[in-house]
């Protein structure tokens, strides 16, 4: 069915034609002869365009096509008239109505007119719900975890999202920082406007300068036009900042005087360039201390920590792992077209014995990977890198300079690589094969590698 049409008319036999023709289309149609039982019928479906007559015994339709508007914006309205009238047809389009026909004069219209009025809502539709779905995507609902930690830096990024003052993010690398960032600007009066993100470490000093500040054409060798910087791009919404520390000194200047004064200077531009941009920058260095080496400007450094969050590492926030996993299995299991894999409770005790060196961004490669390794069962202790598998709860980490933890590595791995076959095993490790049982049993690796 193409979508739901309400006809307002109070003449009948008018109604019902109207009705067989434009059922025959596919649509489904709803009548109303007045404009209360009209309102009823919109207020309990789901009616995508109403087509209503200019008079009608409760009310005017093109006041009504208004109303209609005001509280329901994705509907569309076509008004019927048995008289055309110009004042009234431009009034009508000025309350909102998608068009103005003439009652006989116009028949052969109402057909392709209905069609063009449903796609413009379809459309409307699919594009409230992608901005629902962004919307939810970076909210801070979108942050999971319940450890105090976590929720703690999220309080205070809903504080500071209104404000529309300088953040400075500051944590472990991995830790998600952009996606804080993304949730600050969507709930701040900047959301729907632009959201500019950049990593400083990812360029050289002169393509940072050029890509934060754009330049005119001519001010150097294949400068063949005007370009606009980051900074410009984010005009009226938010510039993200990543490792806002390997900025150089000298440009760090330059965006100084963007928080200052909303201006800066292109390349080979001699007048400033005015911008109302929200900077958000973020970093894993101690900026403090790099300021007091000299290394990074005190100036800016106060500027840039006006507000500041310090995201926790993983490690600090381990119940929060299992919500991870369940959530991150789930996008990469849609990835490959797979149903989502259970995950074991063994599988997720491991995870939670790591240290996570790489927070975050560490543990989505692990259950990427664990995902395709599955193949669409559920996902255990075997699906781990090595390096997790043997992690357990007397031995936290795994010691590169401790012979034990070294040789029970490469038995794991020899295993692995012979499909768990003990007498290949022991013949490429060079031992009896009793001695390999007895490893085996030492080490704790019988159920491991059953």
């Not at 400033?272 to 403090?288: C, G, H, S, Y």
């Not at 919500?323 to 077209?337: H, K, P, Q, V, W």
Request: net charge neutral; aromatic share 6%.
């Amino acid at each position: 069915m193409a979508g739901s049409i309400l006809i307002i008319d109070d003449e009948e036999k008018l109604r019902s034609l109207m009705k067989r023709i434009i059922a025959l289309e596919g649509f489904n149609v709803l009548e109303a002869g007045n404009i209360k039982t009209a309102q009823k019928i919109v207020d309990r479906e789901d009616v995508d365009v109403v087509l209503c007559d200019v008079k009608l015994p409760d009310g005017n339709g093109v006041e009504y096509a208004a109303t209609l508007k005001e509280k329901y914006p994705s509907l569309e309205v076509i008004l019927l008239t048995a008289y055309g009238n110009i004042p009234d047809g431009v009034q009508a389009i000025k309350n909102g109505a998608f068009d103005y026909l003439t009652k006989g004069d116009d028949n052969n219209r109402i057909i392709p007119l209905l069609n063009r009025a449903y796609e413009k809502v379809q459309l409307q539709k699919r594009i409230e719900k992608l901005e629902n779905q962004v919307g939810k995507k970076y909210s801070f609902d979108s942050i999971l975890g319940n450890s105090k930690a976590i929720q703690d830096a999220v309080a205070q990024a809903g504080k500071v999202a209104p404000a529309d003052t300088t953040v400075l993010l500051l944590g472990e690398t991995g830790t998600g920082k952009e996606v804080f960032a993304q949730a600050i600007h969507t709930n701040s009066k900047r959301a729907g406007k632009p959201f500019v993100a950049l990593n400083c470490s990812a360029f050289s000093r002169e393509l940072l300068e050029s890509e934060l500040f754009g330049y005119k054409a001519g001010a150097f060798t294949n400068a063949n036009r005007d370009k606009k910087g980051l900074i410009e791009e984010a005009n009226t919404g938010t510039l993200f900042l990543d490792e806002i520390g390997e900025m150089p000194v000298d440009l760090q200047a330059k965006l100084l005087r963007v928080l200052e004064t909303g201006e800066f200077i292109k390349i080979g531009d001699t007048k400033p360039t005015k911008v109302n941009v929200r900077i958000i920058a973020a970093t894993n260095r101690d900026l403090k201390e790099e300021a007091e080496k000299g290394h990074f400007r005190e100036d800016l450094y106060y500027r840039l920590n006006v507000f500041s969050i310090t995201l926790p590492p993983l490690r600090e926030r381990k119940k929060d792992i299992p919500a991870l996993a369940e959530y991150f299995t789930g996008i990469f299991s849609a990835r490959i077209n797979q149903r989502k894999q259970k995950v074991s409770p063994a599988f997720i005790e491991k995870l939670q014995q790591h240290e996570w060196k790489g927070n975050i961004r560490e543990l989505k490669n692990v259950l990427e990977r664990a995902v395709i390794m599955a193949g669409g069962e559920e996902l255990t202790v075997e699906h781990l890198p090595l390096e997790l598998q043997i992690s357990n709860t007397s031995s936290s980490t795994l010691s590169a300079f401790d012979l034990a933890s070294v040789e029970k590595l490469h038995i794991i791995r020899v295993l692995h690589h012979t499909r768990n076959n003990k007498t290949e095993a022991a013949r490429l490790l060079n031992i009896g094969l009793a001695t390999l049982y007895r490893k085996i049993e030492e080490y704790g690796l019988s159920d491991h590698n059953r």
